[in-house]
């Protein structure tokens, strides 16, 4: 399947269903942290933000109080001290004004949720591991390996139902 075919399928289930759309690190401590704080306030999605000060990545969010001030991952500026974790929540209406055939980039979704102020942000203390080169995915590894983990404590996020 098409990467672009997935986004479609994905769009419209989630236009039509009553969930809402997790993404990223699914453990459950996690997951309730988030979801629990997204649930306390009325907007369209959420978003983890991790105080990166461009240390793991390029640092792309300036971000205060629970408030993200700018999101960019194209306009850099020497202000954006934190970075999109990853993990993130969005309701069904995020993606209402999205046609089938569109090619949606989460970041710019996200961007005009943060406009609009419909995205909080969440900040999150432990750092990200990336796997977009061999040098983070052999970090990676590594900390896999000292977690030793197995199937206990997944999250089944399917079954969480959203008014």
Same mark, same amino acid.
């Given at each position: 399947?098409? @990467? =672009?075919?997935? !986004?479609?399928?994905?769009?419209?289930? !989630? @236009?039509?269903?009553? *969930?809402? *759309?997790?993404?990223? *690190?699914?453990?459950?401590?996690?997951?309730?942290?988030?979801?629990?704080?997204?649930?306390?306030?009325?907007?369209?999605?959420?978003?983890?933000?991790?105080?990166? %000060?461009?240390?793991?990545?390029?640092?792309?969010?300036?971000?205060?109080? &629970?408030?993200?001030?700018?999101?960019?991952?194209?306009?850099?500026?020497? %202000?954006?001290?934190?970075?999109?974790? &990853?993990?993130?929540?969005?309701?069904?209406?995020?993606?209402?004004?999205?046609?089938?055939?569109?090619?949606?980039?989460?970041?710019?979704?996200?961007? @005009?949720?943060?406009?609009?102020?419909?995205?909080?942000?969440?900040?999150?203390?432990? *750092?990200?591991? %990336?796997? &977009?080169?061999?040098?983070?995915? %052999?970090?990676?590894?590594? !900390?896999?390996?000292?977690?030793?983990? =197995?199937?206990?404590?997944?999250?089944?996020?399917?079954?969480?139902?959203?008014?």
């Amino acid at each position: 399947m098409k @990467q =672009n075919n997935i !986004y479609k399928t994905s769009v419209r289930y !989630y @236009q039509t269903s009553n *969930r809402c *759309r997790l993404s990223g *690190r699914t453990d459950k401590g996690f997951l309730k942290v988030i979801l629990d704080y997204f649930l306390s306030h009325d907007k369209i999605g959420l978003m983890t933000v991790y105080k990166n %000060e461009n240390l793991w990545d390029r640092s792309n969010i300036i971000y205060s109080d &629970g408030k993200i001030l700018k999101y960019d991952k194209r306009d850099i500026s020497p %202000e954006m001290k934190y970075i999109d974790y &990853g993990p993130g929540i969005l309701r069904k209406e995020a993606f209402k004004n999205i046609t089938e055939n569109e090619v949606l980039d989460l970041a710019d979704l996200y961007k @005009q949720l943060i406009n609009r102020e419909e995205m909080p942000g969440h900040e999150v203390k432990e *750092r990200f591991y %990336e796997i &977009g080169s061999s040098e983070g995915l %052999e970090e990676t590894e590594k !900390y896999l390996k000292k977690l030793n983990l =197995n199937d206990k404590g997944r999250f089944d996020h399917e079954s969480i139902k959203f008014k």
